[in-house]
């Protein structure tokens, strides 16, 4: 719904952040709540389409925070976090390129944590209770669903790698 890319946006204006959303409902939502941020477009685009707009080594930083974890096997190849999907990121982020990712599905966590470390990813970071984590950065903003969840008990499991 934005508020975390407006939020990260507006604390980092020399930073220009691009954010895609497949629901253009939520779209417009997001971009209501960055009209006066300059440094920041929404996409109404699928994660899948993300070499159409980036050059190889062009992103410094990839969020995958909250997707849907497709949860039947079948499914597993439209998990944003699957080998194919990690393929292209590794030709897009930059030399010292990271993934952030973020869930509050524990079974995705596991799959996400699998398929990084099969791939060959260096993974500095994982835990799977961000929010009990001493080592979490109390300002990075939250998105909706990790706030939502968060005021729960219910933990969020994050990930930062290399490819």
């Not at 080594?57 to 039947?72: A, G, M, S, T, V």
């Not at 998990?79 to 079974?107: A, C, I, Q, W």
């Amino acid at each position: 719904m934005g508020s975390f890319a407006a939020k990260t946006a507006k604390t980092n204006p020399g930073i220009f952040y691009t954010a895609f959303e497949r629901v253009p409902e939520a779209i417009v939502v997001a971009a209501e709540k960055s009209k006066d941020i300059p440094n920041i477009l929404f996409a109404c685009r699928d994660a899948c389409e993300l070499e159409l707009w980036f050059r190889p080594n062009e992103i410094e930083r990839l969020y995958i925070q909250f997707c849907d974890p497709w949860h039947k096997k079948k499914h597993s190849k439209r998990r944003m976090t699957h080998s194919n999907y990690l393929e292209k990121y590794s030709e897009l982020l930059s030399k010292n390129g990271e993934l952030v990712f973020k869930t509050d599905n524990m079974p995705l966590f596991e799959f996400t944590l699998e398929e990084l470390t099969a791939a060959g990813w260096e993974i500095l970071t994982a835990t799977r209770d961000w929010h009990g984590d001493p080592s979490r950065d109390k300002d990075e903003p939250m998105t909706e669903y990790e706030s939502k969840f968060a005021a729960k008990g219910q933990p969020i499991g994050r990930i930062v790698a290399l490819p």
